[in-house]
């Protein structure tokens, strides 16, 4: 074989490697950091930008790729076939004494599975597997030889578009473009995919889980309940409504007429105290009242964002169906659910006792709770203490317990009739019969 050969050989090869990870490339790439790159004023950046964001450019973009890896591959096997079998065929005659069309037929096969080998290892899988791992550069590094590519064969690509367009039209399928879009359920198995093979810490991974599930969560399942809402009557004279703000914790209160039901905005401890500082006495709350954004208790958290985000405000009165108040709602709540920030509820967060029982504040959240309790599926209770009542039948008093599934639930405390704290532990199974039962 005689260096010219090789070298044709080789340039075919790297030919096919170079369309394959230019394909894979491509779609994997980032548009994001693309754009980045371009903004900071990468020429090929810039060129690749446009593709990437136009899905019939893209299209067209990929289609080059595949006709480059057909036309290298085919030229590989042909040229092979052509310049290797008519030299290696004697030599296998020579070597182990086979007639002539014996040691062709032989050579033939040979070269097929020789090229082909090469060819899926060094001229697809090995090519993938740079532009999976880094899609960015890779795309940036083969942009100008697909560009060339498709500049040449652009009749021959209109043409092969065209027949494929055609024959989908005749099939009734609508033509598919080159274009990643993953469902949710894809986007989560991908995040529980990266989390095992380690890319992502377990806490990225519970956020980004926690985040795809906010269009499953309500408002009703992260609002703070009626009860516990700190609020203002508007009689209230201001300095007193003063010392309200300073004595609680949340630097926007709401302020009602007559009962909760009847909220007429938000006070903000800043514009109060701007207010008091500017004119030096504010006579009526309703001269520093800010708008109120109401929302249904069955609003999904992630239309929550949205809504907040249309009105300017960082929290929301939310209505059950009477119209009456059900609780309140703020961003601060969404992002804790997110991250997982589990803050103690009357003093008492959550604790892992030694004997296997788990100690839960009665007014958390039962999204918060799937760690312990699993899925609770529920449109009338949002916390482990609603929860534990309705398992119960009755009001509940310390001592009540009560079994569901494989869990035991003990009543630990009880504050203002509702429940302070539970104490769940594992059983063997549920009992045939019995309901709540009073210890």
């Keep these: 074989m005689s260096a010219n050969v090789l070298l044709a050989l080789v340039a075919l090869l790297l030919a096919n490697a170079l369309f394959a990870a230019a394909e894979f490339a491509a779609v994997g790439a980032r548009r994001s950091r693309i754009r980045l790159w371009a903004e900071r004023g990468n020429r090929l950046a810039k060129r690749l930008l446009p593709i990437l964001e136009d899905s019939r450019a893209l299209d067209r973009y990929i289609a080059a790729c595949q006709l480059g890896i057909t036309i290298s591959s085919l030229g590989l096997g042909a040229f092979a076939y052509a310049q290797l079998v008519e030299d290696f065929g004697p030599w296998l005659a020579a070597r182990f004494g086979l007639g002539a069309t014996a040691a062709a037929q032989l050579a033939a096969v040979l070269v097929l599975v020789a090229t082909t080998a090469l060819q899926v290892v060094l001229g697809e899988q090995v090519p993938k597997s740079i532009a999976l791992r880094f899609p960015n550069r890779t795309a940036l590094a083969t942009l100008l030889p697909v560009l060339w590519t498709r500049r040449v064969l652009r009749g021959v690509l209109a043409l092969f578009n065209g027949a494929a367009d055609g024959v989908l039209r005749l099939l009734g399928a609508p033509r598919v473009r080159e274009r990643t879009i993953h469902s949710p359920e894809e986007i989560g198995r991908m995040v529980a995919e990266s989390g095992a093979g380690g890319v992502l810490g377990a806490g990225a991974q519970r956020r980004l889980a926690n985040a795809l599930k906010l269009g499953d969560r309500t408002v009703r399942q992260l609002m703070v309940p009626r009860p516990r809402i700190v609020a203002i009557d508007v009689a209230t004279p201001v300095d007193l409504a003063l010392q309200q703000v300073f004595d609680s914790p949340y630097t926007r209160l709401p302020v009602y007429r007559h009962s909760m039901d009847e909220i007429l905005g938000v006070v903000n401890a800043k514009v109060l105290m701007l207010a008091l500082l500017e004119r030096g006495r504010v006579d009526d709350l309703k001269q520093v009242l800010q708008p109120v954004v109401f929302v249904p208790e069955n609003l999904a958290a992630d239309q929550l964002i949205t809504r907040l985000r249309e009105q300017r405000a960082q929290q929301a009165i939310v209505v ?13 709540d969404v992002l804790a659910s997110v991250f997982d920030e589990l803050t103690e509820q009357h003093g008492q967060g959550v604790e892992e006792l030694g004997d296997g029982r788990v100690r839960l504040p009665g007014q958390m959240r039962l999204a918060d709770a799937v760690p312990w309790l699993g899925v609770v599926e529920s449109e009338r209770i ?13 009001m509940p008093v310390p001592g009540d317990h009560v079994r569901a599934g494989t869990r035991e639930f003990v009543v630990e405390s009880v504050r203002d009739r509702r429940i302070g704290s539970v104490l769940v532990r594992e059983v063997a199974a549920a009992p045939a019969a019995g309901g709540p039962t009073d210890g």
């Design 382 to 394: 949002s916390t482990v203490g609603g929860y534990v009542t309705e398992l119960l039948g009755q």
């Design 320 to 332: 059950d169906e009477f119209g009456g108040v059900a609780g309140l709602v703020s961003l601060q």
